[in-house]
């Protein structure tokens, strides 16, 4: 265990300032991904727009981050290429959070949200596939540290904005309804989720016309300076690295001396790229069956917890507030804050299990742990204290999941695949669209479906990964064929040498 404590120590005392580069990077990902839900009301009155129309605001950043997270392999060919990628991305996030107060249509702040989803889908795949890359088969500890940084932003975002939230209504007239404060209340609550999907709201009677009382920009600002700090920081690595001409002549980390007993860092793509990229014929030609079956496993996976991530966090309020649980509304607005909270303290405990444990054994152990409080919440369906308890262990079962998923599939494929760049995408799109299928089944089916959703869901996802370990077994099996194949063929030579 020293020996192990050691080495990982020595890695990050030689990736210090990259790592810690691309952990701040994360932060900032998550600081822009989770403010949207609790502003979206002020947002609505800052644009004069409906709820139906400002609701198109959540589609454009989760469109736009999906297609970031397609192009952002384009960017991996140099460490440069890479590097002022996270810059441009970090700097255009605080941008955007300065300028959302300027934008009084809602199709400018939805401009404004595809540009910030596109800068947030490319830092997806850039800061998980460096960091693959830097630290190779030791990169799961790593990976689990970076997602934590998603969860420590998505904490930060909502606490600036709160004091800044209209109390009622902020577009006032002078025969405003008297109700329209519970309206607020309980809109804000239902619009909390990460990348919430809007089913049947048509029938909340929210001023468009008036005079506009919101405060919102304040919150919008100082998360901007907030952010700041984040391409500051890439900026230094960049200097740092000599990759300005006005950099000093100093070593670069790369080329430092790397401990003994450490993985070195992969050189060249080892075949990562975008989407597009991967896709390319020659790269593909002479791969066997297992190599791209584990791919769209790896990929399915994950389609499947991220969207339930999405799901739970967007869908949880609205069941919560519904019969037969019928919790107020305060109450429930809880439960979201809740569930990223334990998401972002099971990360932070993975950090110390992804060394204790092997992914697999983890992974099992989270999959199996989503399936059992899932069917517990269908049991105790009536009972307001187990949703509490479950939504907290729902958290921490599934933190783990995605860095744990792309590492053990990047360590399966020697890091020779397409596994960050597709998982990653993979990810992206499942938030967005078993969020459309889930609100989908609750607006015809009921609130109960929600949980019957998540937990055929989550089946489906063990399901799926023990098969990614059978078909493991086989590519191993196969690999080890043609090593020893090789080693016969290279012997004759040798001797008649």
């Not at 947002?43 to 609701?55: E, G, V």
């Not at 605001?57 to 970031?68: A, E, I, K, R, T």
């Not at 399936?371 to 783990?400: A, E, K």
């Amino acid at each position: 265990m020293m020996l192990l404590d050691e080495r990982i120590c020595s890695l990050f005392k030689l990736h210090w300032q990259q790592t810690l580069t691309y952990w701040s990077v994360f932060f900032s990902f998550g600081l822009c991904i989770a403010f949207l839900g609790p502003t979206i009301l002020d947002l609505r009155c800052q644009t004069q727009s409906t709820l139906q129309q400002i609701t198109w605001v959540f589609f454009s950043q989760q469109f736009f981050l999906l297609v970031g997270s397609c192009m952002g392999g384009l960017f991996k060919k140099t460490l440069l290429s890479s590097l002022s990628a996270l810059f441009s991305c970090t700097l255009i996030i605080s941008l955007v959070f300065a300028i959302i107060p300027l934008c009084y249509h809602v199709t400018l702040l939805s401009i404004a949200m595809a540009l910030a989803g596109k800068a947030m889908g490319v830092i997806d795949t850039i800061a998980n596939l460096q960091l693959v890359k830097l630290y190779h088969k030791d990169s799961a500890i790593f990976l689990q540290a970076l997602h934590f940084f998603i969860g420590l932003g998505a904490l930060v975002s909502p606490l600036v904005a709160d004091p800044f939230l209209a109390d009622d209504s902020c577009v006032v007239q002078v025969n405003s309804t008297a109700n329209s404060s519970m309206n607020i209340d309980h809109l804000r609550s239902s619009l909390a989720g990460h990348g919430t999907t809007l089913h049947n709201i048509t029938h909340y009677p929210l001023q468009t016309e008036g005079v506009v009382i919101t405060r919102v920009a304040y919150a919008f600002w100082i998360m901007a300076l907030i952010n700041l700090p984040v391409p500051a920081a890439v900026l230094a690595l960049i200097y740092h690295e000599r990759l300005l001409p006005c950099s000093s002549k100093s070593q670069r980390l790369l080329d430092k001396t790397i401990p003994s007993g450490s993985s070195p860092a992969p050189e060249g793509d080892q075949g990562h790229g975008n989407v597009f990229g991967c896709c390319n014929p020659d790269k593909l030609r002479g791969h066997p069956a297992t190599f791209f079956i584990l791919h769209a496993l790896g990929g399915a996976i994950l389609f499947i917890s991220d969207g339930i991530i999405g799901s739970y966090a967007g869908f949880v309020y609205t069941y919560a507030v519904s019969p037969p649980l019928l919790m107020g509304h305060k109450t429930a607005g809880c439960l979201n804050s809740i569930f990223w909270a334990s998401i972002t303290a099971g990360r932070l405990a993975s950090i110390y299990f992804s060394y204790r444990y092997t992914a697999p054994r983890l992974l099992i152990f989270s999959l199996l742990g989503v399936i059992l409080v899932q069917c517990l919440l269908m049991i105790f369906y009536t009972s307001y204290v187990f949703l509490f308890i479950g939504t907290c262990v729902l958290g921490l079962c599934i933190s783990c999941v995605f860095p744990s998923m792309l590492a053990f599939t990047e360590d399966i494929l020697n890091y020779k695949g397409c596994a960050t760049t597709v998982l990653v995408t993979s990810a992206s799109t499942g938030e967005m669209m078993l969020q459309l299928l889930v609100g989908s089944v609750i607006h015809s089916q009921g609130s109960y479906s929600f949980l019957l959703c998540c937990t055929v869901a989550s089946i489906i996802g063990l399901c799926l990964f023990l098969l990614l370990l059978y078909v493991q077994h086989i590519y191993r099996d196969s690999h080890t064929d043609v090593s020893k194949s090789m080693d016969m063929t290279e012997k004759p030579m040798t001797g008649g040498t």
